[in-house]
């Protein structure tokens, strides 16, 4: 999942980066580096990132998988069939909210088309009882699929501890920004790797700030790289899709 090259789109993605490109506040490996820093800090740590931990909770709490539950729905272990329908009702209420925070049109967008690849990759390989019951939702409409959804819940499917899901969640995503910085400002490949170098520790920092933060926190991002995010959509030309 956290390969870079995972067919989910994420190489057209730079979520506001190339708007900063075209301002030149983004010039070289320092600006980029600060740029991504400011965007794990006040961005992923408060959407994706946040989405992952509390998916990944909902669905290693007992009741919410598909195995043998005491009530009328399906469940874990012991789990009753109001704990499944607890945990279901949830993936539903972040869904929506993870819809709604993403003010930016492109990088809704990109949230829903980027998850509806990883669920399908993640029905055919790694499939399992969360992430199948969260597609169902998605094919019949009651959710739209994002990606940080779909992550948390192949990973819990096959025994990731949250903490773990967060940090390759996030890093992934510095990943495959890194390659997109390397070809759009464009950076030699040594200067991405001395940039995610960096990171590696500002990643386990944002992971230890996302594990303090509760579903209240949600959407908490910053104002101005969403106008940057906006304004990508009306920029004269354009590399990526957002």
């Known amino acids: 999942m956290c390969d870079s090259a995972l067919p989910t789109g994420a190489f057209a993605h730079t979520f506001g980066m190339e708007t900063y490109l075209q301002r030149?506040?983004?010039h070289d490996e320092a600006t980029f580096q600060e740029w991504l820093a400011q965007f794990v800090d006040h961005q992923l740590v408060y959407a994706d990132g946040l989405a992952v931990?509390?998916?990944?909770e909902a669905?290693?709490?007992?009741?919410?998988?598909?195995?043998?539950g005491t009530g009328t729905?399906?469940?874990?272990?012991?789990?009753t069939g109001e704990d499944a329908q607890s945990g279901i009702d949830f993936l539903i209420e972040l869904d929506g909210l993870m819809y709604a925070q993403a003010l930016p049109s492109q990088v809704r967008q990109a949230g829903l088309t980027m998850g509806k690849r990883?669920?399908?990759?993640?029905?055919?390989s790694l499939p399992g009882p969360c992430l199948e019951s969260y597609a169902a939702l998605v094919d019949a409409g009651t959710c739209h699929g994002h990606q940080a959804i779909a992550f948390g819940l192949i990973g819990t499917d096959h025994g990731v501890p949250a903490t773990s899901l967060v940090s390759a969640y996030l890093?992934?995503?510095?990943?495959a920004l890194m390659q997109n910085a390397v070809r759009g400002i464009p950076i030699g490949q040594n200067a991405g790797q001395r940039v995610l170098g960096v990171m590696r520790s500002h990643v386990t920092r944002a992971?230890?700030?996302?594990?303090?933060?509760?579903?209240?926190?949600?959407?908490a991002v910053s104002p101005?790289?969403?106008?940057?995010?906006?304004q990508h959509e009306t920029q004269r030309a354009r590399m990526f899709m957002s």
């Open 224 to 230: 101005g790289l969403e106008i940057a995010q906006m």
């Open 118 to 124: 990883l669920l399908d990759i993640g029905r055919l």
């Open 24 to 26: 030149g506040t983004v």
């Open 171 to 175: 890093f992934s995503t510095v990943t």
């Open 53 to 56: 931990r509390l998916t990944a």
């Open 207 to 219: 992971e230890a700030r996302i594990a303090q933060l509760t579903l209240d926190d949600l959407g």
């Open 73 to 79: 729905g399906t469940g874990t272990g012991t789990g």
């Open 59 to 68: 669905c290693a709490a007992p009741g919410t998988g598909t195995g043998t």
